[in-house]
Protein backbone atom coordinates (compact mmCIF):
# COMPACT_ATOMS: atom_id res chain seq x y z
CA UNK A 1 0.00 0.00 0.00
CA UNK A 2 1.69 3.28 -1.36
CA UNK A 3 2.79 5.77 1.12
CA UNK A 4 1.98 9.09 -1.69
CA UNK A 5 4.36 11.52 -1.21
CA UNK A 6 1.93 14.45 -0.39
CA UNK A 7 -0.39 11.98 1.58
CA UNK A 8 -3.57 13.75 1.83
CA UNK A 9 -2.99 16.61 0.09
CA UNK A 10 -1.93 14.71 -3.15
CA UNK A 11 -4.53 12.54 -2.83
CA UNK A 12 -7.18 15.14 -2.88
CA UNK A 13 -5.55 16.74 -5.31
CA UNK A 14 -5.12 13.62 -7.56
CA UNK A 15 -9.22 12.92 -7.15
CA UNK A 16 -8.80 15.08 -10.05
CA UNK A 17 -7.21 12.64 -12.59
CA UNK A 18 -10.84 10.18 -11.98
CA UNK A 19 -13.06 12.89 -12.99
CA UNK A 20 -15.14 12.54 -16.15
CA UNK A 21 -14.17 14.75 -18.42
CA UNK A 22 -16.29 18.28 -19.41
CA UNK A 23 -16.59 20.94 -21.85
CA UNK A 24 -14.69 23.47 -20.17
CA UNK A 25 -16.77 26.90 -20.04
CA UNK A 26 -14.50 29.70 -20.63
CA UNK A 27 -13.65 31.25 -17.78
CA UNK A 28 -14.17 28.40 -15.57
CA UNK A 29 -10.91 27.55 -14.31
CA UNK A 30 -12.34 24.53 -12.51
CA UNK A 31 -14.24 22.95 -15.31
CA UNK A 32 -11.20 23.82 -17.77
CA UNK A 33 -8.97 22.05 -15.23
CA UNK A 34 -11.06 18.84 -14.99
CA UNK A 35 -11.05 18.73 -19.30
CA UNK A 36 -7.12 18.75 -18.95
CA UNK A 37 -6.58 16.41 -16.29
CA UNK A 38 -9.39 13.95 -18.61
CA UNK A 39 -6.51 14.23 -21.26
CA UNK A 40 -3.74 13.84 -19.24
CA UNK A 41 -5.15 10.48 -17.27
CA UNK A 42 -6.19 9.19 -21.02
CA UNK A 43 -2.32 9.44 -21.77
CA UNK A 44 -0.92 7.72 -18.75
CA UNK A 45 -3.31 4.90 -18.87
CA UNK A 46 -1.37 4.30 -22.08
CA UNK A 47 1.72 4.49 -20.45
CA UNK A 48 2.54 8.06 -21.37
CA UNK A 49 4.32 9.45 -18.75
CA UNK A 50 6.90 11.42 -19.14
CA UNK A 51 8.00 15.02 -19.45
CA UNK A 52 7.35 14.56 -23.77
CA UNK A 53 4.83 12.62 -24.06
CA UNK A 54 2.86 15.45 -21.96
CA UNK A 55 4.77 18.25 -23.46
CA UNK A 56 1.44 20.15 -24.41
CA UNK A 57 -0.64 19.36 -21.94
CA UNK A 58 2.09 21.08 -19.36
CA UNK A 59 2.49 23.81 -21.84
CA UNK A 60 -1.78 23.94 -20.98
CA UNK A 61 -1.35 24.61 -17.24
CA UNK A 62 0.42 27.95 -18.25
CA UNK A 63 -2.05 29.08 -19.97
CA UNK A 64 -4.75 28.83 -17.66
CA UNK A 65 -2.79 30.31 -15.27
CA UNK A 66 -2.21 32.99 -17.29
CA UNK A 67 -6.12 33.32 -18.43
CA UNK A 68 -6.94 33.25 -14.60
CA UNK A 69 -3.71 35.20 -13.43
CA UNK A 70 -5.50 38.30 -11.39
CA UNK A 71 -7.92 35.56 -9.83
CA UNK A 72 -5.91 34.29 -6.29
CA UNK A 73 -8.62 31.95 -5.52
CA UNK A 74 -8.71 28.37 -5.06
CA UNK A 75 -10.00 27.15 -7.93
CA UNK A 76 -6.92 28.89 -9.62
CA UNK A 77 -4.46 27.31 -6.87
CA UNK A 78 -5.56 24.03 -7.50
CA UNK A 79 -4.38 24.46 -11.59
CA UNK A 80 -0.64 25.05 -10.02
CA UNK A 81 -0.99 22.27 -7.39
CA UNK A 82 -1.88 20.08 -9.94
CA UNK A 83 1.33 20.89 -12.37
CA UNK A 84 3.10 20.23 -9.11
CA UNK A 85 1.66 17.37 -8.37
CA UNK A 86 2.67 15.80 -11.74
CA UNK A 87 6.24 16.48 -11.36
CA UNK A 88 5.89 15.14 -8.29
CA UNK A 89 4.28 11.90 -8.35
CA UNK A 90 4.50 11.01 -12.51
CA UNK A 91 7.79 12.60 -13.14
CA UNK A 92 9.35 12.08 -10.50
CA UNK A 93 10.97 15.18 -10.24
CA UNK A 94 11.38 16.73 -6.90
CA UNK A 95 13.32 19.92 -7.57
CA UNK A 96 11.09 21.26 -10.33
CA UNK A 97 7.88 19.79 -7.44
CA UNK A 98 9.23 21.53 -5.04
CA UNK A 99 9.94 24.79 -7.33
CA UNK A 100 6.41 24.87 -8.28
CA UNK A 101 5.05 24.46 -4.40
CA UNK A 102 7.31 27.15 -3.67
CA UNK A 103 5.73 29.39 -6.38
CA UNK A 104 1.67 28.26 -4.96
CA UNK A 105 2.65 29.12 -1.91
CA UNK A 106 4.03 33.15 -2.75
CA UNK A 107 1.50 33.49 -5.61
CA UNK A 108 -1.60 31.93 -3.71
CA UNK A 109 -0.68 32.61 0.43
CA UNK A 110 -4.42 32.95 1.61
CA UNK A 111 -5.24 29.66 -0.29
CA UNK A 112 -6.28 26.29 1.16
CA UNK A 113 -3.65 25.02 -1.32
CA UNK A 114 -1.36 27.64 -0.67
CA UNK A 115 -1.52 27.36 3.73
CA UNK A 116 -0.91 23.52 2.80
CA UNK A 117 2.27 24.55 1.41
CA UNK A 118 4.77 24.19 4.38
CA UNK A 119 3.47 20.77 4.75
CA UNK A 120 3.94 20.10 1.26
CA UNK A 121 7.62 21.26 1.22
CA UNK A 122 8.15 18.96 4.49
CA UNK A 123 6.84 16.11 3.12
CA UNK A 124 9.10 16.26 0.04
CA UNK A 125 12.10 16.76 1.88
CA UNK A 126 11.33 13.94 4.03
CA UNK A 127 10.34 11.78 1.37
CA UNK A 128 14.12 12.86 0.11
CA UNK A 129 15.55 11.54 3.71
CA UNK A 130 13.43 8.26 3.38
CA UNK A 131 15.18 7.52 -0.17
CA UNK A 132 19.05 8.21 0.85
CA UNK A 133 17.72 5.44 3.76
CA UNK A 134 16.37 3.20 1.83
CA UNK A 135 19.31 3.59 -1.02
CA UNK A 136 21.61 2.12 1.50
CA UNK A 137 19.62 -1.01 2.81
CA UNK A 138 20.53 -2.96 -0.41
CA UNK A 139 21.51 -6.44 -1.01
CA UNK A 140 25.05 -7.41 0.61
CA UNK A 141 24.62 -4.93 2.86
CA UNK A 142 23.96 -5.53 6.35
CA UNK A 143 20.71 -4.73 8.13
CA UNK A 144 21.17 -1.60 11.30
CA UNK A 145 20.20 -3.64 14.52
CA UNK A 146 17.64 -2.08 16.41
CA UNK A 147 16.85 -2.75 20.11
CA UNK A 148 13.45 -2.34 21.09
CA UNK A 149 10.77 -4.20 22.80
CA UNK A 150 7.93 -6.34 21.56
CA UNK A 151 3.80 -6.24 21.98
CA UNK A 152 4.70 -8.61 24.78
CA UNK A 153 7.41 -6.26 26.42
CA UNK A 154 10.19 -8.81 25.34
CA UNK A 155 13.68 -7.41 23.77
CA UNK A 156 13.62 -7.41 20.10
CA UNK A 157 16.47 -6.58 17.51
CA UNK A 158 18.16 -8.11 14.76
CA UNK A 159 21.23 -9.11 16.36
CA UNK A 160 19.14 -11.57 18.00
CA UNK A 161 18.60 -13.42 15.37
CA UNK A 162 21.87 -14.05 14.54
CA UNK A 163 22.65 -17.62 13.31
CA UNK A 164 19.09 -17.63 11.73
CA UNK A 165 17.85 -16.30 8.38
CA UNK A 166 14.84 -13.61 9.27
CA UNK A 167 12.34 -11.92 7.43
CA UNK A 168 12.02 -7.97 8.52
CA UNK A 169 8.06 -7.06 7.66
CA UNK A 170 6.98 -4.05 7.56
CA UNK A 171 3.39 -4.22 7.73
CA UNK A 172 -0.55 -3.65 9.13
CA UNK A 173 -3.45 -5.07 9.75
CA UNK A 174 -5.54 -2.08 7.59
CA UNK A 175 -2.56 -3.40 4.54
CA UNK A 176 -4.73 -5.14 1.76
CA UNK A 177 -1.52 -6.13 0.19
CA UNK A 178 -0.02 -7.29 3.21
CA UNK A 179 -3.13 -9.02 3.96
CA UNK A 180 -3.04 -10.68 0.44
CA UNK A 181 0.71 -12.13 0.95
CA UNK A 182 0.11 -13.29 4.04
CA UNK A 183 -0.86 -17.09 3.33
CA UNK A 184 2.39 -16.51 1.47
CA UNK A 185 4.39 -16.02 4.52
CA UNK A 186 2.81 -17.64 7.01
CA UNK A 187 3.16 -21.11 4.47
CA UNK A 188 7.18 -20.11 4.03
CA UNK A 189 7.42 -19.29 8.49
CA UNK A 190 5.29 -23.11 8.38
CA UNK A 191 7.48 -24.78 6.12
CA UNK A 192 10.84 -23.70 7.15
CA UNK A 193 10.71 -22.72 10.63
CA UNK A 194 11.93 -25.53 12.50
CA UNK A 195 15.44 -25.78 10.32
CA UNK A 196 16.10 -21.88 11.32
CA UNK A 197 14.03 -19.33 9.42
CA UNK A 198 12.44 -16.57 12.13
CA UNK A 199 9.64 -13.08 11.26
CA UNK A 200 10.13 -9.74 12.95
CA UNK A 201 6.99 -7.92 12.87
CA UNK A 202 7.15 -4.05 12.20
CA UNK A 203 3.61 -3.30 12.57
CA UNK A 204 1.90 0.42 11.35
CA UNK A 205 -1.19 -0.33 13.19
CA UNK A 206 -2.89 2.28 15.62
CA UNK A 207 -5.08 -0.58 17.04
CA UNK A 208 -3.03 -2.51 19.59
CA UNK A 209 -5.99 -4.82 20.35
CA UNK A 210 -7.37 -4.97 16.92
CA UNK A 211 -3.87 -6.06 16.18
CA UNK A 212 -3.38 -8.90 18.56
CA UNK A 213 -6.83 -10.07 17.83
CA UNK A 214 -5.69 -10.33 13.77
CA UNK A 215 -2.44 -12.17 15.40
CA UNK A 216 -3.82 -14.41 17.36
CA UNK A 217 -6.86 -15.46 14.92
CA UNK A 218 -4.24 -15.95 11.81
CA UNK A 219 -1.67 -17.75 14.16
CA UNK A 220 1.14 -15.61 13.66
CA UNK A 221 3.09 -16.36 16.73
CA UNK A 222 6.39 -14.52 15.92
CA UNK A 223 7.55 -10.85 17.42
CA UNK A 224 5.81 -7.87 16.82
CA UNK A 225 6.94 -4.36 17.01
CA UNK A 226 4.37 -2.52 17.26
CA UNK A 227 3.91 1.52 18.72
CA UNK A 228 0.93 2.19 17.81
CA UNK A 229 2.23 5.39 15.38
CA UNK A 230 0.86 4.25 12.18
CA UNK A 231 3.38 6.08 9.56
CA UNK A 232 4.96 7.66 12.11
CA UNK A 233 6.13 3.89 13.59
CA UNK A 234 9.50 4.35 14.82
CA UNK A 235 11.23 1.93 13.21
CA UNK A 236 9.11 2.79 10.04
CA UNK A 237 10.92 5.87 10.31
CA UNK A 238 14.22 4.78 11.59
CA UNK A 239 14.65 2.98 8.03
CA UNK A 240 12.85 5.41 5.53
CA UNK A 241 9.47 2.89 4.86
CA UNK A 242 7.38 4.95 2.67
CA UNK A 243 5.19 2.06 1.69
CA UNK A 244 3.55 -1.43 2.99
CA UNK A 245 4.36 -4.07 2.42
CA UNK A 246 8.13 -3.60 2.80
CA UNK A 247 10.28 -6.60 3.74
CA UNK A 248 13.96 -7.67 3.55
CA UNK A 249 15.21 -11.24 3.96
CA UNK A 250 18.72 -11.54 5.81
CA UNK A 251 20.81 -14.54 6.41
CA UNK A 252 22.47 -16.35 9.52
CA UNK A 253 24.74 -13.17 9.74
CA UNK A 254 22.50 -10.76 9.16
CA UNK A 255 23.30 -9.33 5.66
CA UNK A 256 20.21 -8.35 3.16
CA UNK A 257 19.85 -11.32 0.94
CA UNK A 258 16.49 -9.89 -0.58
CA UNK A 259 14.32 -7.33 -0.42
CA UNK A 260 10.09 -7.56 -0.87
CA UNK A 261 10.26 -10.90 -2.05
CA UNK A 262 6.59 -12.15 -2.80
CA UNK A 263 4.91 -15.65 -3.25
CA UNK A 264 7.49 -18.20 -4.50
CA UNK A 265 10.37 -16.04 -4.76
CA UNK A 266 10.05 -15.87 -0.66
CA UNK A 267 9.80 -19.53 -0.39
CA UNK A 268 12.82 -19.97 -2.66
CA UNK A 269 14.97 -17.64 -1.33
CA UNK A 270 14.31 -19.02 2.23
CA UNK A 271 15.05 -22.42 1.47
CA UNK A 272 18.11 -21.54 -0.55
CA UNK A 273 19.60 -19.39 2.87
CA UNK A 274 19.08 -22.52 5.02
CA UNK A 275 20.76 -24.70 2.63
CA UNK A 276 24.36 -22.61 3.16
Same mark, same amino acid.
Given at each position: ??????????????????T???????????? =????????????????????????D??K?F????????? @??????????????????????????? &????????A???K????????Q???N? @?K???????????????????????????????????K??V?????????C????A?????LA?????????????????? &??????????????????????? =?A????????????????????D &? @????????? &???E???????????
Amino acid at each position: MKLYLLRTIVAAALLALTTPAFSAEPGNPQK =QLQELIAKINTKIQAGQKTPEALADEMKQFDVLLTEHQK @EKTDDVAQILLMKAVLYLQVFGDNEKG &RELVKKLQADFPKTKQGQQADQMLANI @EKSEAAKKIQSALVVGAKFPDFKEMDINGKPISVSSYKGKVALLDFWATWCGPCIAELPNVLATYQKHHAKGFEIVGISLD &RDEQKLRSFIKENNMPWQQFFDG =QAWQNKLAQNYGVMSIPATWLVD &R @EGTIIGRDL &RGEELEKAVATALGK
